[in-house]
């Protein structure tokens, strides 16, 4: 599809610093939502600046100045409602992609010894709370005596984190002028959303987990019980409006929960470690294998993304950080509504008494580091006639597999040949379980592109898993093909 030729994105030029080339920053169109829904790819916006970081300072707002032909005229309705730093990007734009919206490289980055900054975000434009009493807000958007505060203050501050950003993005939506009245038109829709708070009980039996639908099941109880039990019908109005109907709260929460970072940030003498919605850094999807990371710089109060040390970008490679590390699929599933088929650290119970040799099985995948961090040496001489074999998922079967090792006794070939049998064996016997095969979920997705994005966040879910098992089947092949060399 063509370029389109209405305006996406708003532009400025800041004229306070000394760089020679411009520093742009964008903010958020309201037309968003629509190429949201029409689910192009396209670019949202371009953010350029030099790569002089160190001139930062605060700016005053700047004047529109004339775009060039790819930027379009500013607007300059953002800075009217006074803010004074906004966000910076570096050679990233944001686009949708296969996972929703992402962070784009808009052109290739060497690598450097030093982490680079792609991304920043003023502490201003973020909607943050403490995670432990006394509550503090930053910026403190909540006014002395309004009831929203006696709601956040009556969650349990162990468990609750998330009813009381909730409560807080809802807040800043409705308030007159804040910025995140702009911004949540970048924010997924409850049909957008992987969320599975938003699932229905259909979508919950397809996940064919349920464990997992139970888990769900109640987390949804929790967010409905917690509205019941605040927006009652005599409740002040300027509650009763965050959130008129159930269904409000439960956008919201499923927004905290898929978008939020939980960060130790410093300022000056005060340290804590607070749960923040941080706007454009929400849009950084996840990988195992990220290419980025956040940080909290303190001098100036500022969310910083930057690329890893030595890690070499292309234009148009996705930018990603990592969500949660060590942490299984059915974790990711219940927080952020997706799954990954080659995740390191997912994991599969095995009952018999077989095991494998540990140290045979990594060499023969050259998988290389202590069992807490095992990774693949590429370096090493690639596997012949399966050079695109090893991936996560062979990470994970390193780590799940019942193996041995005792010093140094070898392996027995026939013995181990039986081991593996027989453990491809309870594999197959997992698969069997399901009631669908992991062929039949693809074709149900190939065939039903307009699938709602929870359904087919459940989907993909036992799919994961079966290829995931799949997966360890055919390394145990491998490996008894390979354990007579
Ligand atoms: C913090 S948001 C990232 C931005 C989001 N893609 C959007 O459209 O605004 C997290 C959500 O992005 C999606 N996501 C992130 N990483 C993903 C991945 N590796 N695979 C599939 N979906 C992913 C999931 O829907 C998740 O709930």
Redesign the pocket.
Known sequence: MASPSFPLTTLFSNHNLKSSKHVWTSIPQPNLRLLRRNGSRRKVATLDTSSDLSSFQLFEPPKPETSTSEMEPADPDFYRIGYKRSVRAYGVEFMEGP????VYASRDVEPLRRARVIMEIPIELMVTISQKIPWMFFPDILPIGHPIFDIINSTNPETDWDLRLACLLLFALDLDGNFWQLYGDFL?NSA????LLLATKEDLLELQDSKMASIIEENQRRALEFWGKNWHSSVALKVKRLARDPERFVWALSIVQ??AFNLQMRMGALVQDANMLVPYA??????FQPNCFIHWRFKDRMLEVLINAGQKIKKGDEMTINYMSRQKNNLFMEK???S?PANPWDVIHFSGNSKIHLDTFTSIFNISGLPDELYHNDSALPLVGHENFVDGAVIAAARTLPTWSDGSTPPIPSIERKSAKELQEECHQMLQEFPTTSDEDKKYLDSNPETSRTLDAAIRYRMHRKLFIGKIIQALEIYQDRILF
């Not at 996972?99 to 992402?102: A, R, T």
């Not at 957008?192 to 969320?195: G, L, N, V």
């Open positions: 996972n929703g919206f992402g997924p957008e959303c992987t969320s898929t978008r929400d849009m950084l999807n996840h990988s952020y509504g997706f990954s």
